[in-house]
C-alpha cells in the first residue's frame, strides 16, 4: 500500500518521536536471519542526519528490557520471519499492547513488550510487525534468493516509512499506518 | 496399577520440558521425571569447522545468555593455543562475564519466580505472572527490567549492538575499553546498586511465607561444586574448581580444566536428551550435585566484596553454611546481582583498565583444548579436540543446567510427594512442581542447545489410558 491511502492512527504519546526498528532472529539458521539482515541493510541506507531520530537493535529474540527503550519512542517496526507466508512474500501488520499471562518466559512477542512498556514506563509506541515468508531455516548463515530480494525491497520501504515519520514529527502530525503488503 | 500425571510444557523456564509423575492406585506418588524434550546437538556441527570460530559460533547456543558460551569457548581456543591472556584481557572479560550474570539473574528473579514469590504458589493465576506483578508491584517490575537492561548494556558497550559480537576472541578480547565507556558504565553503578538492594528488601518481605516449600523444594544432601578463587573467594571466570559435600566440606578441586574428566562422569537416561552428570569418584546416581549461585555461595568462603559479604553474612546466620534446600536459590541469585555489580564498579576503578594490551596471538600450539567459567546458572565446561590444520574433529559441552539434572528430577519427586493428590489437579500443585524446576532457572536452549516453549497441558490417566482429569494452559 502507499502512504497516500494510509489509513490516519490516533495521535501519538504527548512528546514522543523517533522509530525503534528491531529485527530479531537468528542468522546461523539461514532464512531465520531476515529481521537482522534488513537492519543491517537499512542502517546501510539511512542518512546520517536521521541518526537522531532512528534506532536500530538486532536480537535473537525480544527481551524485557526492549520495553524500556520502547517507552521513549512514538513508534517501533519488529521485523521476523515468518513461515506463514510465501518465501519472499512481505506483510505489515498494526499490532497493539496485550496482556498474555502464561507464555511469558525467556520469550516476548511484540503485543507483550508493548504491553510491558505500557504498564511498567507508562507510554507505549504506535507498533507494526513487518512478517518476512522464509523458505529455508536451516543451519547456515545465507539468505535464499527469494528472501534476499525481499530484504532489499523491504529495507527501502523501511527508509522510506521512516523519511515521511520523520517529518510528521517535526510537523506534529499524526503517524500513518504502513500495514499491508509490501 | 498406577497412573501417570503428565505435565506438559513447563512454564517460565528457557525451552521446552515436560514432567511426569507417576501415582499409584491410591493416588500416592510412586516416581516422578523431568524430561527435557528438544535437541539441536552443537556439539557435532561444529565439527570440520577452524577453531577460531568456536566462541562466535558457540555463543549462538542461547540468545539469552550467549555471553557465557563465549567465554568458555574462548578459554577452550586460549587452552589450545597454549596462551596467557593479558591481564586487562581478563578483567575485560570478567566485566562482560559479570554483566551478564547480573541481567541473567534479574530476569530469572523479578520476572520469572517472583510472581510465585508475590501472589503465593496458590495465587490466582490470572494474576500470578508479570503483568499481575507490574500492576501490584510497579516499582519492582521496573527494578527488574532495569537491572536486566544495565547488565545488556554494558555487553553491548564493550562488545558492540550486533548480535553476538566477536569481542571476546581467543587470546583476549578484540579492542579495549575507552574512557568514555567506562565513565558510562560507572554513572550507572550507583543506580543499579540500589536496584538490587530494593530487591532483596521485597525478597525478605515475602521469603518467610513458604516454609513448606523450603522444606520440600529439592531439599535433600547433595555436594556441591563451582570455581572459586585461589583464596576461596566466590568466582566466575577462572580459578579452582571445587566439589563440597553437603557440609560445604571440600572433597575434591582441580585448578587445571582439562582434568575436569577424572570428577564428572556423564550418565543418561532414555526419558530426556539432557544428560545426568555425575561426581566420578561416587558413581551415578550417587554423585549428585549442585552448582549455580547457591552451591556457589556454599563452596566459597566468601563473596569478596562489601554489600554481597554483609548479605552473605545474613543468609549464613539463618540458613547455615550450606543450606539444602534449592528455594533458597532465590536469595542466593540476589546476593550475587549485588556481588556482580559491586565487582564491575571494583573492575572499572582498576588503573589498568583502560590498558590497551588485551590480546595474545599463536597458532595452536595443543591439538585439545577445555574451558571452564561459570555462567549465571552454574559451571559451564567447554572441551575441544582439533587437527594439525586447526579444524574442529571433536566438541563436548557440559552445561549448568544439566549438572542440576539429577537435582532437579529428585526435586520434582520430592514436591510432588508432598503436594500431588493423585486422584485431584488442581493449579497449585502444578505450580509447585514447577516452581521447583524454576528454583534452578534451567535454560534447556543452552543445555541441550535449542530454543522453544509451548503451553502447559497436564492429564491425569488411568491404566486403561481413560482421562481421569485434566489441567490446561493456553
Sequence with gaps: ????????????????????????????????????????????????????????????????????????????????ATVNLLPGEVMVNRVWARQERQSLGHHMGPEQLLAMSQETFGACPEAWVVSIGVEKMDMGEVLSPDVTSAVERLAGHLRYWIGRWTEQDVAGEVSVDVAGAV | MGKTITIEGVTRIEGHARISIQVDDKGKVQDAQFHVTQFRGFEKFVEGRPYPEMPSVMARICGICPVSHLMASAKACDDLMAVEVPETGVKLRKLMNLAQLVQSHALSFFHLSSPDLIFGMDGDPKLRNIFGLINKRPEFAKDGVLLRKFGQEIIALLGGKKIHPAWVVPGGVSAPLTAEKRETILASIPDALARAQRGLESFHEVA?????????????????????????????????????????????????????????????????????????????????????????????????????????????????RAPQSSFHYHWARLIE??????????????????????????????????????????????????????????????????????????????????????????????????????????????????????????????????????????
Design chain 2, 208 to 320: 518467610e511465607k513458604f516454609p513448606q516449600e523450603e522444606e520440600v523444594f529439592a531439599n535433600f544432601p547433595t555436594m556441591f561444586a563451582g570455581l572459586v578463587t585461589p583464596s576461596g573467594g566466590l568466582e566466575h571466570y577462572d580459578g579452582t574448581m571445587r566439589f563440597v559435600d553437603e557440609n560445604a566440606k571440600t572433597v575434591a578441586e582441580f585448578s587445571n580444566p582439562k582434568f575436569y574428566s577424572d570428577f564428572i562422569g556423564e550418565a543418561v537416561e532414555n526419558f530426556s536428551y539432557l544428560k545426568f552428570p555425575y561426581f566420578k569418584p561416587k558413581g551415578y546416581p550417587e554423585g549428585i550435585y549442585r552448582v549455580g549461585p547457591l552451591a556457589r555461595l556454599v563452596v566459597a568462603e566468601r563473596c569478596g566484596t562489601p554489600l554481597a559479604d554483609q548479605e552473605l553474612a545474613s543468609f549464613r546466620a539463618k540458613l547455615g
Design chain 1, 1 to 80: 500500500m502507499s502512504f497516500g491511502e494510509a489509513e490516519q492512527l490516533h495521535p501519538p504519546t504527548a512528546g514522543a518521536s523517533g522509530t525503534l526498528v528491531i529485527g530479531y532472529g537468528n542468522p546461523l539458521r539461514g532464512d531465520d536471519g531476515a529481521g537482522p539482515a534488513v537492519v543491517q541493510r537499512l542502517e546501510e541506507m539511512l542518512p546520517t542526519q536521521w541518526a537522531s531520530n532512528v534506532s536500530c537493535v538486532v536480537s535473537m529474540q525480544l527481551t524485557p528490557e526492549m520495553s524500556e527503550t520502547m517507552s521513549h519512542v512514538r513508534r517501533v517496526v519488529f521485523i521476523d
Design chain 2, 337 to 474: 546481582i549485588l556481588y556482580g555489580i559491586e565487582t564491575i564498579k571494583k573492575l572499572l576503578e582498576d588503573p589498568n583498565i583502560l590498558d590497551t594490551r588485551v590480546r595474545s596471538r599463536a597458532r595452536p600450539n595443543r591439538l585439545e583444548g577445555v574451558g571452564i567459567s561459570e555462567a549465571p546458572r552454574g559451571t559451564l565446561i567447554h572441551h575441544y579436540k582439533i587437527d594439525d590444520n586447526g579444524q574442529m574433529r571433536w566438541a563436548n559441552l557440559i552445561i549448568a543446567t544439566g549438572h542440576n539434572n539429577l537435582a532437579m528430577n529428585r526435586g520434582v519427586r520430592q514436591v510432588a510427594e508432598r503436594f500431588v493428590n493423585g486422584h485431584r489437579l488442581n493449579e497449585g500443585m502444578l505450580n509447585r512442581v514447577e516452581a521447583v524446576i524454576r528454583c534452578f532457572d534451567p535454560c534447556l536452549s543452552c543445555s541441550t542447545h535449542a530454543l522453544g516453549q509451548m503451553p502447559m497441558h497436564i492429564e491425569l490417566r488411568g491404566p486403561g489410558g481413560e482421562l481421569f482429569d485434566e489441567l490446561r494452559r493456553s
